[in-house]
């Protein structure tokens, strides 16, 4: 076989066989194929698609490119949690604590930033000494200490996945629906998981840019569980505008410390009660639950400290430093460098989550390439939302960068007038926008 076939197959919108499908897979892991290659099919499939049988395939594959956890070790059923991706999207760092302070063993595998959106492990490594590189061999060990384990992709689990993730990340080609459903699926099956929340972002700030594609990639993500016998719950949530009022890697730890107090945003509360609630609705421990019960009781471990304490033992547990109040300690704070006020009276009907993803990222909180090291101290709040009312002169938005971090004045002017460009108007009130827009499962086809 001979991957230019392969790639010229997919140019011409033929359905791959299982075969090529293999070929592909083997030589993405065994390094085989040039990058240039990988990144010529990925930038076809993204173009002209795959059937449900390619994508379940290349997940399979993918999956089976590298070792598969094994959780036996940990008594009862065991639930992971991932994202399709989002500005300020820091949810994991909420959800995890809130459902291993109900008891529920959680083993998770995260990413980096992708794109315009930040990635769980760069924010994790805005903690003084966190250690995100947890081997498999030591996650049943690590869930006993603390209740739950988060790695990044160790080089053991979905190596298929690693790799053609940080090529997607730099050749345009990350927004693809099979691309996306067997990147999620294919870590989430290695990953040992028995069950599976997926919060499928939508709007500006996510891959997906409306609703009908937030389901169909759902769709794609609960078939493929259903073939691999782990059923997965998705969760479609809006992100027309970035989740709560922080963007950026140690802004986000503070903003999801402060949630895990009690001191969340409306809208962070919101999704991470709702993906918390699916997650106990999964494991025996809410299995018989309704969701209301499920989500009340996702409330009371985040009001009543809980959570916040099972994350400052999670924090430890990786290496991480606390604070003496329990708060995390970070490797570089953000330093205000400028900030945007409204220019007229009115109600903010729009903050396009995209562009000021993308201004976080000028500021240095992603990543242009894969080797580009990240300010872990830059990034944008928010004192507005959609539907607040302004003033003329009322401050929406503080740009930060790191205290030890260097960043040209040509930069940080360029996130400001992105999102000044972000920022839309109205003369009349404007609704706050729902946060959740579907629950789906394998009853809902
Ligand atoms: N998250 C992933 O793990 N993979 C993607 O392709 C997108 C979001």
Do not use: W
């Amino acid at each position: 076989m001979d991957m230019l076939e392969i790639i010229l197959a997919k140019r011409f919108g033929q359905e791959l066989n299982a075969e090529q499908i293999a070929y592909f897979i083997d030589g993405v892991t065994d390094k085989s194929i040039p990058d240039y290659q990988i990144s010529s099919l990925l930038m076809a499939i993204v173009l002209n698609g795959m059937t449900r049988a390619e994508m379940t395939e290349l997940t399979m594959r993918m999956a089976y490119s590298g070792e598969i956890c094994d959780l036996s070790g940990i008594q009862g059923t065991k639930v992971d949690k991932h994202s399709s991706g989002g500005v300020g999207d820091k949810c994991t760092l909420i959800v995890l604590p809130m459902v291993a302070a109900c008891g529920v063993p959680v083993a998770k595998l995260s990413g980096r930033g992708l794109g315009f959106t930040g990635g769980t492990i760069d924010k994790l490594e805005s903690i003084q000494g966190f250690r995100t590189a947890i081997p498999v061999s030591s996650f049943v060990e690590q869930i006993r200490k603390a209740g739950m384990v988060l790695s990044g992709q160790t080089p053991e689990l979905a190596p298929a996945d690693k790799v053609l993730y940080a090529l997607r990340d730099v050749t345009g080609t990350v927004q693809s629906i099979p691309l996306i459903a067997s990147s999620i699926m294919s870590k989430k099956i290695a990953g040992g998981a028995d069950a599976i929340v997926l919060d499928v972002t939508c709007g500006h700030g996510s891959f997906m840019k409306d609703e009908a594609s937030a389901r169909d990639l759902s769709q794609a993500m609960i078939q493929i569980g259903q073939l691999a016998g782990r059923p997965v719950t998705c969760v479609i949530s809006s992100m027309d505008q970035p989740l709560g009022r922080s963007v950026g890697n140690a802004l986000e730890v503070m903003e999801a410390y402060d949630t895990l107090c009690g001191k969340g945003p409306a809208d962070v509360v919101e999704v991470c009660c709702t993906l918390a609630a699916a997650m106990l609705m999964r494991s025996d421990y809410g299995r018989e639950m309704t969701f209301e019960e499920a989500f009340s009781t996702a409330e009371l471990v985040l009001a009543d400290g809980r959570a916040r304490d099972a994350f400052e033992r999670f924090i430890l547990a990786q290496g991480g430093t606390v604070q003496p109040d329990g708060s995390p300690a970070y490797t570089d704070l953000p330093v205000a460098c400028a900030s945007i006020c409204a220019q007229e009276e009115g109600y903010i009907s729009g903050l396009n989550a995209l562009m000021i993803g993308e201004a976080s990222m000028i500021l240095g909180a992603g990543r242009r390439t894969k080797d580009d090291i990240i300010d872990k101290g830059a990034g944008i709040t928010l004192e507005k939302k959609i539907g607040s009312f302004v003033r003329k002169g009322d401050k929406i938005a503080d740009f930060y960068r790191g205290k030890n971090a260097v960043l040209s004045e040509s930069s940080i002017q360029q996130a400001v007038q992105l999102v000044q460009k972000a920022v839309t108007l109205s003369a009349d009130a404007v609704p706050a926008g729902k946060d959740i827009l579907a629950i789906l499962d394998e009853h809902s086809f």
